[in-house]
DNA sequence: ACCTGAACACCGTTCAAGT
DNA sequence: ACCTGAACACCGTTCAAGT
């Protein structure tokens, strides 16, 4: 009846876990992936990954933490997803640059919704706490800086600071992720998600322009 | 030493509660206000009340139900919020309209973090339970769409629908209010968050502008 | 060094019982 | 009609103890 006791097929005798940080961040994710945000629970997790509760304070503070290291490994697989969106296309093509940036930060967002809301959630980080997850924040916001840099290096942007470029297009791409994993915009399909997002940054990139 | 025992100086002698269900949804709100997210429980909603946590479920099905009333009440007042922004402006003032109806998204965002939270939050009425919030959600998108058509009318804007329109319109506020409550956007003060949100928006509306 | 078991003070939800 | 008290199966966190 209980299926609980027996969850792990394989009791993996008692022994060192590899990597039970490693583990216990991705059994967490997929927690979260699976039975929604609300079902991740420390308890949960440990259990998921066939190992007593009390054994994740050795790998992480407190709840806040795990989430923390969730939300710091999504920003850093957003900046490679962004990164790995222009590799090939010339550095003066910004404008399709961005695009393509903008592509892939909602693909990002679509394809990992438990990381993306985590990152974005709760306000894990106030006060300064876990750095690390400052920094993966600073380095995403940063390539877009960067893209803004050379936009405005080749005359292409309006009188704007490229930080504030930056931002801008920031906050329209993440307001799109944001409402459509909110369900409040309605996509029939990851394609015609995709699709509209292009019909709704156009404008901007339009305003944005010389 | 336990101060949760004696918290209600006012006894309120045994009667039934004028309007319970009100009380509990300022309960739950000023409970996040003042605590954050995770502080808002349904028995710590009940205690600040002055009543049995089971009385809760006389008024709310569950605690998501009373979460979704929240919402509900916070896309009302964001409505009014919007709608009382361009009160006196005529109606051709259509892009001064809209920057009122802009400053005014994110002063409610501001003012009222909480509800601004739990309205985008976690994915309530998923599958169409709570009807009242989804009509609450129709209406507040509605004015936006509204403003689009009168200022496609006049012939404001570039070839796009009014809904899409308004869709952009909303995405960008989205995403600057929700990034300023993350604190991933830093604003010195309320001022600043607003003078910087006029620079953000203003080259959308050129973008939209025909 | 890393993990366990038991304990503590909480949750959300249910339900028989009171007025 | 509206609320209470007790119960159930959970939480996050702590800590002495085991290997």
């Known amino acids: 009846v209980s299926q609980r006791k027996s969850a792990s097929p394989k009791p993996r005798a008692s022994y060192h876990h590899g990597d039970l940080r490693r583990a216990l961040l991705d059994a967490a994710v997929g927690l979260i992936d699976e039975r929604g945000p609300d079902a991740f629970t420390l308890r949960e997790t440990a259990r998921k ?3 007593n509760h009390a054994a994740v304070y050795r790998h992480f503070e407190d709840k806040s933490a795990l989430l923390a290291a969730v939300a710091e490994q999504g920003f850093v697989a957003l900046s490679s997803r962004m990164r790995e ?20 930060y909602l693909a990002f967002g679509v394809e990992s ?17 876990f750095p690390a997850l400052s920094q993966a924040v600073r380095e995403a916001s940063g390539i877009l800086h960067e893209e803004m840099k050379e936009g405005a290096r080749q005359g292409l942007f309006i009188a704007m600071s490229p930080r504030d470029l930056g931002v801008a297009f920031w906050t329209m791409a993440h307001g799109y992720t944001s409402l459509v994993l909110g369900r409040k915009i309605r996509a029939k399909s990851p394609k015609h998600a995709e699709e509209y997002w292009s019909v709704l940054l156009a404008p901007l990139l339009r305003g944005l322009a010389r």
Chains 1, 2 share one sequence.
């Not at 969106?85 to 892939?104: N, W, Y």
């Open 49 to 51: 990954v066939g190992v």
């Open 85 to 104: 969106a222009v590799v090939g296309i010339p550095s003066r093509h910004t404008l399709e640059r961005l695009r393509e940036m903008g592509l892939a």
């Open 113 to 129: 919704p438990s990381h993306y809301r985590v990152m974005f959630g709760e306000r894990i980080d106030d006060g300064g706490r």
